[in-house]
Every structure is written in structure tokens, then in C-alpha cells.
T-cell receptor, first 118, second 108 residues
Framework: GAVVSQHPSWVICKSGTSVKIECRSL??????MFWYRQFPKQSLMLMAT?????????EQGVEKDKFLINHASLTLSTLTVTSAHPEDSSFYIC??????????????FGPGTRLTVL | SQQGEEDPQALSIQEGENATMNCSYK?????LQWYRQNSGRGLVHLIL?????REKHSGRLRVTLDTSKKSSSLLITASRAADTASYFC????????FGKGNQVVVIP
């Protein structure tokens, strides 16, 4: 149980285009999902918290108009990188917290999406 | 959220040896978690230790937590080549903050 999927697993796009990444919780409902970015040999940096049915909460320094997040259902959150540039190339990872997890903040992570912007 | 520090950040050991890595954090916590990440993959949850626990075991993993020093350690006993990965500690009541990570290489 507690499986989170991401699609696509990797994507290459041209500079200036937009890319959508999907994050799905497969066997549980997640009112909250999180989006992280990870540069090579570095740790995960939280970009935003995605709340089902409401606006996402972005971390300081993350442009909400560039990284559009939609959490339209209890099992799906999407991250759209708009007008992508080479510096947006990174590994994007989502996580989801089980709605019935209680007080523990155990998050289940997706396998990540490798974005390369040419 | 603030990142913590792990020391050492890179570790190379022979198969069968123990691997120990540390994590420091700066905020008060309710619990602390350790994750493993294989190269180019997502994170796998290893173990969670609550703030009122000092030590916890899970298979070959042993985690300690010292809230007075705001530090935690992860010990992997009898390491295997398959343990080669990066290991991260993380903390947070809602949003997780991650430490810098330890890259562990287990040589067969």
C-alpha cells in the first residue's frame, strides 16, 4: 500500500514551453501533497504544499506563476512548469500524506520526474 | 524551514561493515524520519522516531535521537551492496525539511 506515482518519469523540452507533471496517490486519499525539487547531489527543497480543493502554498522564493499547482482531487496533484528555461532542469519529486495518517507526518514519495530543458 | 547538517556526507565502506551517519536539526520536533534514495529515484521511508523516544530499531537499522542536542544518528549494521544510496533525515509537523544527506557506498 501507500504507493505514489509520477508521470512522466522523464521529459525533455525546448526552452519556452510548458511541462505538466502528474502526481497520483494510487491506494489512498491525500488531502495534502508536496512538491520538491532536487538538484544533482543536493537535498530536497520543498517548493509548495498542494491542498485538495484550495490554492497551493508556495515556499519563499518559488514563483507561483511559474510553477502552477492544481490539486483537483484527493488522488491527483499536477505541477506545471510554465515557460521552462534550462535553469529549471531538475529532478521534481512529489509526496503525499495519507488523509487518515493521524498525527504522524509520514509522507509517501513518488519516483520523481527528471526534467531537462534544452 | 531550515536544513540541518549531516556528518559525514560521504561514506565508503566494505560490505559487512557498519555505516553510521548523523543529522542535526535546528527546530523543535515531534518526530524525525530517515529516508533512503537510490540514484535518480524517489525516496523510501526507512524509520520514524518520535521525540519521546531515544532509540528505535528496524531490522538492520538503528536510529537514535537526542533532542537536547538536536541530533539523530542512523546506523546500518552488516551493510550490503544494496545499501548503496543517499540517506536523508527529515523533520517537520506538516512541511518536511530535509538534511543535506549522506551518500553511502558499500563496496562488495
Amino acid at each position: 500500500g501507500a504507493v505514489v506515482s509520477q508521470h512522466p518519469s522523464w521529459v525533455i523540452c525546448k526552452s519556452g514551453t510548458s511541462v505538466k507533471i502528474e502526481c497520483r496517490s494510487l491506494d489512498f486519499q491525500a488531502t495534502t501533497m508536496f512538491w520538491y525539487r532536487q538538484f544533482p547531489k543536493q537535498s530536497l527543497m520543498l517548493m509548495a504544499t498542494s491542498n485538495e480543493g484550495s490554492k497551493a502554498t508556495y515556499e519563499q522564493g518559488v514563483e507561483k506563476d511559474k510553477f502552477l499547482i492544481n490539486h483537483a482531487s484527493l488522488t491527483l496533484s499536477t505541477l506545471t512548469v510554465t515557460s521552462a528555461h534550462p535553469e529549471d532542469s531538475s529532478f521534481y519529486i512529489c509526496s503525499a500524506r495519507d488523509r487518515v495518517a493521524g498525527g504522524l507526518n509520514e509522507q509517501f514519495f513518488g519516483p520523481g520526474t527528471r526534467l531537462t530543458v534544452l | 524551514s531550515q536544513q540541518g547538517e549531516e556528518d559525514p556526507q560521504a561514506l565508503s565502506i566494505q560490505e559487512g561493515e557498519n555505516a553510521t551517519m548523523n543529522c542535526s536539526y535546528k527546530t523543535s520536533i515531534n518526530n524525525l524520519q530517515w529516508y533512503r534514495q537510490n540514484s535518480g529515484r524517489g525516496l523510501v521511508h526507512l524509520i520514524l522516531i518520535r521525540s519521546n523516544e531515544r532509540e528505535k530499531h528496524s531490522g538492520r537499522l538503528r536510529v537514535t535521537l537526542d533532542t537536547s542536542k538536536k541530533s539523530s544518528s542512523l546506523l546500518i549494521t552488516a551493510s550490503r551492496a544494496a545499501d548503496t544510496a543517499s540517506y536523508f533525515c527529515a523533520w517537520g509537523n506538516n512541511r518536511l525539511a530535509f538534511g543535506k544527506g549522506n551518500q553511502v557506498v558499500v563496496i562488495p
